[in-house]
């Protein structure tokens, strides 16, 4: 069965400093890889998806993942921290056939 | 462009009594997805359908919960009886034809807040 781990149920990190969002996938066929944000008490945004294109995939406001099949990994990572990133942040798996797993979810804090 | 509706936002219901959740998925859509999230957990799947049809319910609990997507009108996901335990932020999603097995981007609503007193 597909699964996903994130490690790390909360993150803190300084406004301008690098964002690394850590997702580990077990899959046993090729995965599709996705990255969602959630803001307080609102639904979903899709920052980006993997469907085996390119490893490396860029998404929205400066996000961007790599594929690593190695590593079995998918994490996600911005150069800048802004105070707007503050959020929580899910990584997903698709095992095919219109259904997404997601990971526990990762708490994004941005300080001044 | 319309996003994802979901309502009621929030719900408030008495153990023993009926929830209905209500989603309309975004103009041109015709896939549907219920997801539950329980505090401090991630999302769940519970049922996909098209309309008319229940393509996979394989998340849904056996007893108390059941989901439509009429031919006309929103999706409806039912609870019958509700307990404590059912208290939890449920999300839809929507996604366009899709082509073949490959997952389309799926585009949630901002869900609805169930408690259960």
């Known amino acids: 069965a597909q699964s996903v781990t994130q490690l790390g149920s909360h993150v803190s990190v300084s406004e301008g400093a690098l964002v690394l969002l850590r997702c580990n996938y077990s899959s046993s066929v090729p995965p599709y890889l996705f990255w969602y944000v959630q803001y307080p008490n609102q639904g979903l945004q899709l920052l980006l998806k993997?469907?085996?294109?390119?490893?490396l995939v860029k998404g929205i406001n400066d996000f961007e993942a790599e594929f690593k099949k190695s590593e079995t990994s998918f994490h996600l990572t911005k150069p800048s921290a802004h105070m707007s990133d503050a959020a929580e942040y899910f990584c997903?798996?698709?095992?095919?056939?219109?259904?997404?797993?997601f990971g526990t979810g990762t708490r994004l804090l941005v300080s001044p | 462009n319309a996003g994802v509706m979901q309502n009621p936002r929030h719900l408030v219901r008495r153990r023993g009594q009926e929830a209905r959740l209500r989603c309309s998925p975004m103009?041109?859509?015709?896939?549907v997805y219920w997801y539950r999230q329980l505090p401090e957990e991630g999302l769940k799947f519970m049922v996909y359908l098209q309309k008319e049809n229940i393509i996979d319910e394989s998340g849904m609990p056996k007893e108390r919960f059941s989901a439509e997507f009429p031919k006309e009108g929103p999706s409806i996901l039912r609870i019958q009886q509700v307990v404590r335990g059912d208290s939890a932020a449920y999300f839809c999603?929507?996604?366009?034809?899709?082509?073949?097995?490959?997952?389309?981007?799926?585009?949630f609503g901002p869900g609805t807040r169930l408690t259960v007193l």
């Open positions: 999603a929507s996604s366009p034809p899709g082509q073949g097995p490959t997952t389309d981007t799926q585009y």
């Open positions: 103009k041109g859509h015709s896939h």
């Open positions: 997903a798996v698709s095992p095919g056939f219109q259904k997404l797993v």
């Open positions: 993997y469907t085996s294109a390119a490893t």
